[in-house]
Nanobody
Framework: VQLVESGGGLVQPGGSLRLACTVS????????MAWYRQAPGNERRELVA????????NYADSVKGRFTISRDSATNTVHLQMNNLKLEDTAVYYC?????????WGEGTQVTVSS
């Protein structure tokens, strides 16, 4: 399974970006989808995860109310809509897909929030 993230870039505080993660296989075969981010000097942290079995979506407190995960099954793409971006949202953002015991990662896309 291959994942390719896109949509990152430079944005001012308060702005928005929409990230995309294109998956090489059908999303219907996946058990969970998630977005993570890693800022310089920090660990990679989960932002949001969708558990398909129970249709549960869990957001980290730091992004709750500002970020929204969605999926387009027709194009096997997972999106992350990011609104009201803050300086502390600057990081490399990674898409993660899980199927049974397997976990797949993309190479990440850089998001920089700066005035």
């Amino acid at each position: 399974v291959q994942l390719v993230e896109s949509g990152g870039g430079l944005v001012q505080p308060g702005g928005s970006l929409r990230l995309a993660c294109t998956v090489s296989e059908s999303l219907f075969t996946m058990d969970a989808m998630a977005w993570y981010r890693q800022a310089p000097g920090n660990e990679r942290r989960e932002l949001v995860a969708v558990i398909e079995s129970g249709e549960k979506t869990n957001y980290a407190d730091s992004v709750k109310g500002r970020f929204t995960i969605s999926r387009d099954s027709a194009t096997n793409t997972v999106h992350l809509q990011m609104n009201n971006l803050k300086l502390e949202d600057t990081a490399v953002y990674y898409c993660n897909i899980r199927r049974v015991i397997e976990s797949y990662w993309g190479e990440g896309t850089q998001v920089t929030v700066s005035s």
